[in-house]
């Protein structure tokens, strides 16, 4: 902020002496102290204007488990991340100017635990918005209870409930979950229709809440002549009673379904498929639950496909900004939310809990970390949702407006089609009918046979029509072989790669888009060179059905250079459609089949993975002014790559630890030779300043850990000097004692920081 600016300021405060006398006093910092005092005076009076008003409250909903054989770190990784948002938001103007405190409320899995957590979150009078609770039987039951209070109270409410028909009558209430009726089963109707099945059954529980809204949903739009067969299995100490699935399995068997919705809970399908295979009837499946689950030990040696609905995310590919905020972080190990061993857990007693190695350093893309960090990240995104959402709000808006104009926002700006809000974890936008997510679900399957889940060969969108549109599974590797003329100012490499793809679904290059190919300025064309090696027919060296490419091509890449040169980086080849009416999805080989073997010079390969986002196309008509947002996939094949320092080591450090060396030695001369000391510690001073200058130039909008280097060996020889000056002084020669201060200074201060910095440097080296 300018001087100027930050006078207008000032004035324009009002009259009220506090705030007045707090402006004045941040412009006599800025004046005499300098600029760089700005924010930090700014602040102070935001701070005091803030203090006018109490602040504002978002409370997070949410059910630790205490049956896992470790804490799983959601507990963990909520506090953690939500505190982040929460403080991010208040250092960004807060919510309408208040400051925001996020609660926690945690149900412990208790019906009348949450009951009461949604009750007290609504009396209490500076709640703004709400988010979280995701068990549906629970919320119904707190919705019960509490739906006229929330309702009268207005309070924007930015649940999980995975049922949306429990919020229909709450105008306030939306969910980030998918609705049954314009997303789930839509896709999965028009999925049965093409893989032509006429006949299906539905496997249930009795009084669950999800359990039973899949199967009112499968007969509401499949139809109940082609539902065959329809039981709901009670639940005791929370297991299927064997009788129960027996007799299940016997009229399945006798009825003949070709496809059977199965929605029991994770941990009881292994249960139900032994059975199934014990009476030599597999017919395919369709589950609900995580994706991971499909390959659970018990479930992946079931002789049939399997079918699962996927909401975050979809086997062996990584969320891409969730990696990217894992790669960037200065401490990485802040991300790593696992806990203690959990000794209450029933795991332990029956013996399917397993020791963990604690000699293994902390992992933070173990599957049990990443969904901590993937569910904590969900709820911050709500959390900063509802601060976007408030923030064109009047600045004099009273909690009870500030509700009123949330829950308008949420349902116009950020209406499908219309509006998207970017968030850490996700886009977000809701339908207005159902003031559900509008979220595409992804359908996952276990083919038989082959122990590994993977994408369905096709998937579904819905159009603005609200037609449903079938997109093609693209399972494809990129497999890099060489990469070089690395060049970070220009941020562009040269790769050299294999691209290969199953063409049963008429894959082709020519749909591919490289989005982040170098586009030359001259020309404007992509600088890529594309061979054909095989193009999917019969083959004696190559498989069938394999469309295999070399592809030469100059890539950009966005470096970051605060650790160089000690860094790590990014470098990665992003495909995408081409074109918006061929669009599809990218599903690679599981990481323990891909070649990891390439060269890169200058480098050192550490790791690699494929990575997915979803973005979408912006317009607004300028003629109707009518806005609409088009969603579409790309994936990112990335690979992690060390920089060789031998060559900096060489020609930097080995030259700064002589200088320093030099200039340390020259504190033993005797003080009655100062010329010469002071001239070899100023001649070492020099060389440092020529030694930087001497470098080849680096365009960073950070200081890179090379000019931190250099900062301190200016600041160790700049100190050196200084206290040489000291010791000879006229004043402080006869005081004995502070004499002898100085020199313990000089022979021990100068290699405790050099050893604190090549520690420093080390770390940064290894992380």
């Not at 949420?410 to 968030?423: E, M, S």
Request: some cysteine; overall charge neutral; proline content about 6%.
């Amino acid at each position: 902020m300018t001087f100027a600016g930050l006078g207008l300021y000032v004035r324009a405060l009002g009259q009220r002496p506090l705030q007045r006398l707090a402006g004045i006093i941040a412009l006599l910092l800025v004046l005499c102290v300098g600029p760089s005092t700005a924010p930090a005076a700014v602040q102070a009076i935001d701070d005091a204007d803030a203090a006018q008003r109490p602040p504002v409250a978002v409370p997070i909903f949410f059910s630790s488990n205490t049956d896992d054989c470790y804490s799983s770190g959601i507990v963990t990784a909520i506090k953690r991340i939500a505190t982040l948002a929460q403080n991010y938001i208040n250092r960004t103007g807060g919510i309408a100017g208040r400051k925001l405190i996020v609660s926690l409320y945690d149900d412990k899995g208790d019906t009348q635990r949450a009951t009461a957590n949604l009750a007290e979150a609504i009396s209490d009078p500076q709640t703004v918005g709400m988010v979280g609770m995701t068990n549906a039987t629970r919320a119904k039951a707190a919705l019960g209870a509490d739906g006229k209070a929330l309702s009268a109270s207005g309070i924007p409410f930015l649940s999980d409930i995975s049922v949306t028909s429990l919020i229909a009558n709450y105008p306030s209430v939306f969910t980030t979950r998918p609705s049954e009726d314009e997303e789930r089963m839509p896709i999965i109707t028009a999925f049965i229709k093409e893989m032509k099945y006429t006949k299906v059954a539905f496997v249930g529980l009795d009084g669950n809440v999800f359990s039973a809204n899949l199967g009112d949903s499968v007969k509401k739009f499949l139809g109940d002549d082609a539902v065959v067969s329809d039981r709901r299995l009670k639940l005791t100490d929370d297991k299927l009673n064997p009788a129960d699935i027996a007799a299940t399995v016997e009229e399945l068997k006798a009825k003949g379904p070709e496809l059977v919705f199965l929605s029991v809970g994770g941990k009881r399908l292994k249960d139900v498929f032994s059975q199934l295979k014990a009476a030599g009837y597999t017919p395919p499946l369709f589950v609900t639950g995580r994706a991971d689950m499909l390959t659970a030990k018990g479930n992946g040696s079931y002789p049939n496909d399997i079918y699962l609905m996927a909401f975050d995310g979809f086997p062996d590919v990584y969320s891409e900004r969730l990696r990217d905020l894992l790669l960037t972080s200065i401490h990485p190990e802040y991300w790593v939310f696992e806990g203690a061993k959990n000794d209450a857990a029933p795991g332990w007693k029956d013996g399917t809990c397993k020791v963990r190695d604690d000699d293994l350093p902390p992992n933070p893309l173990e599957d049990d970390n990443i969904r901590a960090l993937q569910t904590a990240m969900r709820y911050a995104d709500m959390i900063r949702l509802i601060a976007e959402a408030a923030r064109s709000a009047p600045a004099a808006a009273n909690v009870s407006d500030l509700r009123e104009f949330i829950v308008n926002e949420l349902g116009t700006t950020y209406a499908a089609g219309k509006g998207v809000f970017k968030g850490r974890f996700g886009n977000w936008s809701f339908r207005p009918a159902s003031r559900a997510a509008a979220r595409a679900p992804l359908i996952v399957m276990l083919p038989r046979g082959l122990g590994h889940a993977q994408l369905a060969p096709f998937q579904f969108l819905r159009l603005r029509n609200n037609t449903m549109k079938r997109i093609d599974t693209l399972y494809a590797d990129i497999d890099l072989i060489h990469a070089d003329q690395i060049d970070d100012n220009n941020q562009t490499f040269l790769a050299d790669f294999y691209i290969s793809m199953n063409d049963r679904n008429g894959a082709s290059i020519d749909q591919i888009e490289f989005s982040n190919a170098y586009l030359d300025p001259g020309s404007n064309n992509r600088e890529i060179t594309i061979q054909p090696i095989h193009d999917g027919g019969k083959s004696d060296a190559y498989p069938d059905h394999m469309k295999i490419y070399q592809v030469t091509g100059k890539f950009l890449y966005s470096p970051n250079l605060r650790n160089y040169p000690f860094d790590t980086q990014r470098f990665s080849i992003d495909i995408q459609p081409k074109h918006g009416n061929a669009a599809f999805i990218v599903q690679p080989p599981p990481a323990s089949l891909r070649d990891k073997s390439v060269t890169v010079d200058g480098w050192d390969p550490k790791d690699n993975y494929v990575g997915y986002d979803e973005d979408f196309v912006r317009t607004v008509d300028a003629q109707t002014l009518e806005p609409s947002v088009v969603p579409f996939y790309k994936a990112s094949f990335v690979w992690l790559m060390k920089r060789q320092t031998t060559d900096y080591v060489l020609r930097v450090v080995v030259p700064l630890g002589f200088i320093l060396f030099i200039a340390y030695l020259s504190i033993f001369i005797s003080t009655h030779h100062f010329e010469a000391i002071v001239t070899i510690q100023v001649t070492a001073l020099l060389s440092a300043v020529a030694l930087y200058l001497a470098l080849p130039k680096l365009d960073a909008n950070i200081e890179t850990l090379s000019d931190r280097l250099f900062l301190f060996t200016y600041l160790v020889l700049s100190v050196i000097i200084a206290i040489t000056i000291a010791r000879v002084n006229r004043r402080i020669e006869p005081i004995g004692w502070l004499k002898k201060g100085l020199a313990f200074l000089h022979i021990t201060l100068i290699p405790v920081m050099t050893a604190a910095m090549a520690y420093y440097v080390y770390q940064a080296s290894i992380a």
